[in-house]
């Protein structure tokens, strides 16, 4: 409530709503005046729409998302959010306030400019279906962006820091905006779009994607606004599963639609191994220690050690996580290879072989550079302090390395520089699965198969005894004390148990 009556009565919301008001004013004498007599018997709806669609995907699109973002960095800057956090309210009921105060801003221009919806509906030209999908679009995409914005501003508490988020962000706001236009075509042709099944088919991939990546920053946003003695990662990891198993799922899907074409086995292991890259690079950079707050909650019971685990708070646990998961999908996509090689599929693809050999170097390139990663950063906490921006950082030049010193190398030795490829690159991943998929080479293709591997195996074998630490880590039972604090913040009162033990009123 806070939230929203600062929102609506500040000065930039006010004027904001006036010069809508004005715009959808102007627009609407503009379309009638050019119109002329012909508006009688003509449809201009859908010309006119495209007027107000802009005027509305404004405020939407950069006024709304941006305004969240400052709600939640301004309080970060000012300190003024440590107030809020000694509170009873909770990080992740903190984020859904700053979300329920966007709706209402948002609610607030649907109502100025529906009339002018209305409108454009009367004159004919458009069809309701294809209004309630543009005004269901440009909302979602304005809570997905506030949302966003809302863990941007998480992210530090350093005010140079949000400066250079800030223009940043509207950066992308501003090219999103832009790219407003690319859903004016439904306007025009609604009728085929709506009647397409191909159509719902990619609104359903895009609401996968967007509800399990909303919910990924969701937690994501409550993590960072979360004491560190509490349990960040479990949320995120499920989170992670979750929305892994929804690209795997339509990849699948895509595969028997296909008829078992192989071109999306090699597309599935392209997106998974990225995806989890990018993933393990986050949770190796976790807290090395697991608080006694965050042990407490930890499963209990053998089959809940099991299967767990994987997902208690750690940075081996988390590359351990990473490593399983691509395993996993790797696995799959092998099998899915083998099948698709032996199906009588239309517009197979001709590189079984080299996926056969890319699979599993692709997981030991996975492999090895997220457990160098690790090791790189452990060694380092023993004598500094690492954040996660500095882990993740880390990730990234230890990738770089590979690819820019052996390609600096090569690009300086006369002997090699015109070859396409030299074993002097084995540390890129990127050109060696590439000389593996399309070259055709089988005898380097079986040299990187048992080199890169190995190399990968032993790595795996050296981060071992940190992930063995951090599973090994117990459930622990809470203090006298802390029990006597919650039996007494939240009292439990026992009722009767049945009619006959109801008190005596005397």
Known sequence: MKETRQAIKSFQFALTFLLVLIACWLATIAGVVLSGPWIYYAAEGASLLQWYYPILAFPLLIVVPYAAFRSLAAEREDNTYDLLSITTLKPHQIVSGKLGSAVVQMAVYYSAITPCLAFTYLLRGVDLPAIAMLIAQLFFLSLGLSMFGILLATLTKRRFTHVFASVAFVGILLILFRAVE????????????????????????????????????????????????????TPLRVCMSVQSSAIVGWMCYFWFSARYDITFVLTTTIVAMTYWYVMGALLT?????????????????????????????????????????????????????????????????????????????????????????????????????????????????????????????KSMTVTIRDLDYSFLQITDPIFSLKHVLFDNVPADSRKLLLIVPSFAICVLLTTMPLVIRELRVGREAAPQRVLDDEAELHPVEVGPANPWDEPVVT
């Open 285 to 409: 950079a976790e807290r090395t220690a697991v608080s006694q707050r965050a042990r407490r909650r930890l499963p209990q019971s053998l089959i809940g050690r099991v299967f767990f685990s994987w997902f208690n708070p750690g940075p081996a646990s988390g590359y351990l996580f990473a490593v399983a998961n691509a395993t996993a999908i790797g696995i799959m996509c092998f099998v899915a290879g083998a099948f698709s090689a032996t199906a009588s599929a239309t517009g197979r693809w001709s590189g079984y072989g080299g996926l056969m050999y890319m699979l599993p170097i692709g997981w030991s390139y996975l492999v090895a550079y997220l457990g160098l990663g690790l090791l790189i950063i452990t060694a380092l906490r023993r004598i500094a302090l690492v954040t996660m921006l500095a882990s993740v950082l880390i990730h990234f030049l230890l990738l770089l390395a590979g690819f820019g010193i052996p390609y600096a190398i």
């Open 182 to 233: 690319s859903s004016l075509p439904l306007l025009r042709s609604s009728y085929a779009y709506l009647a397409s099944p191909d159509f719902w088919l990619e609104i359903a991939l895009a609401a996968t994607f967007y509800a399990t990546t909303f919910a990924l920053l969701y937690f994501s946003s409550a993590g960072m606004l979360t004491f560190s003695s509490e349990n960040r990662s």
